[in-house]
C-alpha cells in the first residue's frame, strides 16, 4: 500500500516539475492558457495541502454526495466539479481513482 502512496506522490511531483517552470517562460502576459496554468497550480497545491491533513490520501478530496468538496473548502477562489467538464473561468475538473492515490485535475 505505501508504494501506492508513493505514485501518487510521484504524480503531483511530476505535475510541478512540467508546470513550474512553464510559469517562468511564458512571462508576465496574462492569456487564458496562464490563467488556467495558474488555476492548477494552485489546485495542486491545494491538493497537496489536503494529501497532508487526511493521512497521505485523496479520499474524501471530492465528496460525490454533496455539492461541494473537501478541496472547495480550502478557499483557492477555485470552484470544483466531478460528474462535469471545466467549463468556464475558475472551475475545475477533478476525479479520484485508485482508492484514492491518483487524482486528476483538467482546468
Not at 513550474?20 to 508576465?28: F, H, K, N
Given at each position: 500500500m505505501?508504494?501506492?502512496?508513493?505514485?501518487?506522490?510521484l504524480?503531483?511531483v511530476?505535475?510541478?516539475v512540467?508546470?513550474?517552470?512553464?510559469?517562468?517562460?511564458?512571462?508576465?502576459?496574462?492569456?487564458?492558457?496562464n490563467?488556467?496554468?495558474?488555476?492548477?497550480?494552485?489546485?495542486?497545491?491545494a491538493?497537496?495541502t489536503?494529501?497532508?491533513?487526511?493521512?497521505?490520501?485523496?479520499?474524501?478530496?471530492?465528496d460525490?454526495?454533496?455539492a461541494?468538496?473537501?478541496?472547495?473548502?480550502?478557499g483557492?477562489?477555485?470552484?470544483?466539479?466531478?460528474d462535469?467538464t471545466?467549463?468556464?473561468p475558475?472551475?475545475?475538473?477533478?476525479?479520484?481513482?485508485?482508492?484514492?492515490?491518483d487524482?486528476v485535475?483538467?482546468?
Amino acid at each position: 500500500m505505501a508504494w501506492l502512496a508513493f505514485i501518487g506522490f510521484l504524480v503531483l511531483v511530476v505535475l510541478l516539475v512540467i508546470v513550474w517552470p512553464l510559469t517562468w517562460s511564458r512571462g508576465p502576459t496574462s492569456t487564458p492558457q496562464n490563467a488556467a496554468q495558474s488555476n492548477l497550480e494552485n489546485t495542486v497545491i491545494a491538493a497537496k495541502t489536503y494529501r497532508a491533513d487526511s493521512g497521505g490520501t485523496f479520499s474524501g478530496l471530492t465528496d460525490s454526495s454533496s455539492a461541494s468538496s473537501s478541496i472547495q473548502e480550502m478557499g483557492t477562489g477555485l470552484s470544483f466539479v466531478t460528474d462535469g467538464t471545466s467549463n468556464g473561468p475558475h472551475i475545475i475538473s477533478t476525479a479520484v481513482g485508485g482508492g484514492g492515490t491518483d487524482v486528476v485535475f483538467v482546468a
